[in-house]
T-cell receptor, first 114, second 111 residues
Framework: DTGVSQDPRHKITKRGQNVTFRCDPI?????LYWYRQTLGQGPEFLTY????????KSRLLSDRFSAERPKGSFSTLEIQRTEQGDSAMYLC????????????FGEGSRLTVL | QKEVEQDPGPLSVPEGAIVSLNCTYS??????FMWYRQYSRKGPELLMY????GNKEDGRFTAQVDKSSKYISLFIRDSQPSDSATYLC???????????FGTGTSLTVIP
């Protein structure tokens, strides 16, 4: 499978715990995006990497959220001290960067905070 | 005002009907437009990608962009029950850094 891969697919955690999600983009895609989607809403932009550089962060990304993309390959999104409002689907997408469109999404990581 | 407005529906049509899905936007800098299909609890799947104004056709799907009206459409011909899903529009400006999504339109095609 050469698509965007996300892990875990579903995470249930208690309020206050830390969680980490991993995304493996399509090979050779140099742009990687994190989005968050809640029920009945479209995806909301969180952050974006060009290779290993984090170029843009949404104000939705509070200081409890941190994302990395070491070596410009896979990326991780960590949420510290989770809150119930963090419950959502966290979507990763990659783009070849040659054109500005064509975001390819993974299946998402669903977070449930109890 | 949201960057992208999309009627959430739900929209219900009989099999074989032509479906029209629409989005409006406020940012005249948007030049890249996409339509995604999303099944329940799955990631969005890219259907159509267009740049600037005009039409693009791919099988049963046609995407239209009218930048003068800030209005984009997706038409589905000969709709099938397997087309039942939520359809999301997305768009970005020249920078390509951030894509703005509509809330999605829920479509049901009745056999």
């Amino acid at each position: 499978d050469t698509g965007v891969s996300q892990d875990p697919r579903h995470k249930i955690t208690k309020r206050g715990q830390n969680v980490t999600f991993r995304c493996d983009p399509i090979s050779e895609h140099n742009r990687l995006y994190w989005y968050r989607q809640t029920l009945g809403q479209g995806p909301e932009f969180l952050t974006y990497f060009q290779n290993e550089a984090q170029l843009e962060k949404s104000r939705l990304l509070s200081d409890r959220f941190s994302a990395e993309r070491p070596k410009g390959s896979f990326s991780t999104l960590e949420i510290q001290r989770t809150e119930q409002g963090d419950s959502a689907m966290y979507l990763c997408a990659s783009s070849p960067g040659v054109s500005f469109g064509e975001l390819f999404f993974g299946e998402g990581s669903r977070l449930t905070v109890l | 005002q949201k960057e992208v407005e999309q009627d959430p529906g739900p929209l219900s049509v009989p099999e074989g009907a032509i479906v029209s899905l629409n989005c409006t936007y406020s940012n005249s800098a948007f030049q890249y437009f996409m339509w995604y299909r999303q099944y329940s609890r799955k990631g969005p799947e890219l259907l159509m990608y267009t740049y600037s104004s005009g039409n693009k056709e791919d099988g049963r799907f046609t995407a239209q962009v009218d930048k003068s009206s800030k209005y984009i459409s997706l038409f589905i011909r000969d709709s099938q029950p397997s087309d039942s899903a939520t359809y999301l529009c997305a768009m970005s400006a020249n920078t390509g850094n951030q894509f703005y999504f509509g809330t999605g339109t829920s479509l049901t095609v009745i056999p």
